[in-house]
């Protein structure tokens, strides 16, 4: 084996030991994401290390830094895509609860698929919730900067949608501002956590959850209603 043989060996192995991370196609993206999903929703911001993200993600440090620059950013984007997510809920349910008040149909009839829908939003993106609680106990400039960015605005479009169907009488919001907040309050407790849920009501899972469906769609109405 020649010398030069050799040489281009080594370089072959140390390309297969440490890819080139602009060689990552959007999978390695992708996948960093759903890891970091997983890990703030578990441990939050603080209690998460890169290098966990890493592994979970079955990739390496340079990969993260190069798709993400910080874990600062990557946490800014887990928050933004499940953010955006809830965006186009929130504009779903919006649109469809105008289009229901304005054809004068029963107001339970409009509720009821609606607050169904936003239950099962949040049943299937339980990592929200975690991540919601875990932000309101870390509330350092990352948690102001999501308040700011993504949060706030979202809920004063949604309550300007509730004090504009309050102004035309279609609802009686008492308070349009606290409406959006309330109900993600209640979302996030339960979904944060259904064992607790499950070991204080006693309840089997299944049986709790459509009491607590239930009982969201109840709120929910009865918050449009002014009750």
């Not at 008040?101 to 975690?130: I, N, Q, T, Y």
Request: aromatic share 8%.
């Amino acid at each position: 084996m020649t010398l030069n043989t050799l040489r281009m060996a080594r370089v072959s192995s140390l390309k297969r030991e440490h890819p080139n991370p602009e060689q990552d196609n959007g999978s390695t993206k992708e996948r960093l994401l759903q890891a970091a999903i997983e890990l703030f929703a578990q441990k939050g911001f603080h209690g998460t290390s890169t290098r966990e993200i890493t592994q979970r993600a079955g990739t390496n440090l340079s990969s993260l830094y190069f798709h993400w620059q910080s874990k600062e950013n990557l946490y800014l984007a887990v928050h933004r895509h499940l953010f955006q997510l809830l965006a186009e809920l929130a504009h779903e349910v919006v649109n469809l609860l105008e289009e229901g008040l304005h054809a004068h149909k029963p107001l339970p009839e409009v509720v009821e698929p609606l607050a169904d829908r936003v239950f099962a939003f949040f049943d299937s993106h339980r990592e929200l919730a975690r991540l919601n609680l875990h932000r309101v106990l870390d509330d350092g400039a990352l948690a102001a900067q999501i308040e700011e960015e993504l949060e706030n605005p979202l809920y004063c479009a949604v309550a300007r949608c509730y004090q504009r169907l309050t102004e035309e009488g279609l609802i009686k919001v008492a308070d349009p501002e606290l409406l959006p907040f309330s109900l993600e309050s209640l979302l996030d407790r339960y979904f944060a956590s259904p064992a607790h849920a499950q070991r204080t009501v006693g309840l089997t899972p299944e049986a709790l959850r459509v009491r607590l469906r239930n009982h969201f769609r109840d709120m929910f109405l009865r918050l449009l209603q002014g009750e």
